[in-house]
C-alpha cells in the first residue's frame, strides 16, 4: 500500500506559478513511476507528468517547457513546478504512485488559473 498526500493547489493569476508536492508513504526508490495527471470536469484524467522506472521524465505536449516535475528522494516526495499558468490548465492534480503493478492515486488538489 503507498498513501499520497498532495499539496499546493490554489488559485493563481495567469502567468503565475504554484508548485505542487505529493508525498508518499514509501521510499520512492521503490515505486516504479510517479507523477502528475490532471482532470477537467467532465474529461478524461490525463498526463502532465511524470517518473517512469527507467529513469525517464515524460511531459504532456501542453506542458513542455512550463511544467518541471522533480524529486526529494529523502523526502519521498515528488514536485511539479508549474510557471507560466494558462486558463486551460485549471483542473484537479492527482499524484500517481505505480507500486507493484498497482496504481495508487492521491486526494487531487485544485488549480485554477484567472484570466
Known amino acids: 500500500q503507498v498513501q499520497l498526500v498532495e499539496s499546493g493547489g490554489g488559485l493563481v493569476q495567469a502567468g503565475g506559478s504554484l508548485r505542487l508536492s505529493c508525498a508518499a508513504s514509501t521510499s520512492i526508490f521503490s515505486i516504479n513511476a510517479m507523477g502528475w495527471y490532471r482532470q477537467l470536469l467532465g474529461k478524461q484524467r490525463e498526463l502532465v507528468a511524470v517518473f517512469t522506472s527507467g529513469g525517464i521524465t515524460n511531459y504532456a505536449d501542453s506542458v513542455q517547457g512550463r511544467f518541471t516535475i522533480s524529486r526529494d528522494n529523502a523526502k519521498n516526495t515528488v514536485y511539479l513546478q508549474m510557471n507560466s499558468l494558462k486558463p486551460e490548465d485549471t483542473a484537479d492534480y492527482y499524484c500517481?504512485?505505480?507500486?507493484?503493478?498497482?496504481?495508487?492515486w492521491g486526494q487531487g488538489t485544485q488549480v485554477t488559473v484567472s484570466s
Open positions: 500517481l504512485a505505480v507500486y507493484n503493478n498497482r496504481d495508487y
